[in-house]
């Protein structure tokens, strides 16, 4: 099968399956929008780059903490917003500090969950809109054979392609968005429990209530 074949098998199903075509293939659209960008903010080193701790409390050690190191570091990852956070506040105590880490935690989670949301709006719409189009395509396919009876077997097969095709655009679209949608929530969680590790670390630490020990 040629390229125009195909693009032509493409439209005539789409044209089959009716107006109910374009919501989900919107749909389709910005669930693909949506994992893509997903996939390149949670990349590890975009959250929790391997040995800022350490390379943190080097500096802090070293007396290189200056104000333009923390926002280099701010500016890199999540967990470099959570440990600067902590950071800035790291001298009025221990209790402070760890507040400090909680506060800037809740706004890193809610950028690691952005849109996704509208993914798990995506999972749970898409079958429905397939399933319209089925109701709407049976009610045209006994509409016309009460009109006609069953003898036009062209307008009855036409409903019943419309019936079908927006039930397995709508799963097709469906089915991957909740599998994305529940990685997107299993990774979140595992990032975020590896950051509060070593924010508790760096709590520990620069109160001196840890040896130095990042392994």
Known sequence: M???EGENLVFELIQSGGWL????????????????????????????????????????????MTPERLLQIRNQSFLGQIMVAGLN??????????????????HVMHQMERFL?????IAAISPLLGLLGTVI????????????????????????????????AG????????VFHRYFQRRIETLLIEMEQECQKLVEVVHGDREVDFE
């Open 2 to 4: 040629g390229r125009s």
């Open 21 to 64: 075509m374009l919501p989900i293939i919107a749909c389709s659209i910005l669930s693909l929008a949506i994992c893509l960008e997903r996939f390149w903010v949670l990349q590890k080193k975009r959250v929790a780059p391997a040995n800022l701790l350490s390379e943190v409390w080097t500096m802090v050690r070293n007396g290189e």
């Open 89 to 106: 506040n790291s001298t009025h105590g221990r209790e402070i500090m760890k507040e400090s880490i909680q506060e800037a935690a809740q």
């Open 117 to 121: 949301n509208s993914l798990g709006t």
């Open 137 to 168: 395509g049976m009610i045209k396919v006994f509409a016309e054979i009460m009109l006609q009876g069953t003898g036009n077997a062209n307008v009855l097969a036409g409903g019943i392609s419309e019936a079908l095709i927006t039930t397995a």
């Open 171 to 178: 799963l097709s679209i469906a089915i991957p968005a909740l």
